[in-house]
């Protein structure tokens, strides 16, 4: 199983719905400058993810105290 800090790899541009539901033990994730389409509920039930953090130069999503965003049109 998964385990604390997950790191998407760079050449990943989209997440499906419940790709990760139930990981109960990552406890973070690191998104990638490639990820454009990340689903909402892609991490549902990962009952220790405490927050996101998004590549700089990532021109599709920012991260905010942890939460993803979208940042078109920001």
Known sequence: PLKGQLTIP???TSI???AFSDCDEVTGVSLPVSLCD????SFSDCDKLS???VASGNT???AEDGVVYSA???
């Open 10 to 12: 760079e050449c990943v």
């Open 16 to 18: 499906d719905e419940d």
């Open 38 to 41: 990340p689903a909402g509920d």
């Open 51 to 53: 927050g996101f953090t």
């Open 60 to 62: 599709w999503l920012r």
């Open 72 to 74: 078109v049109n920001d």
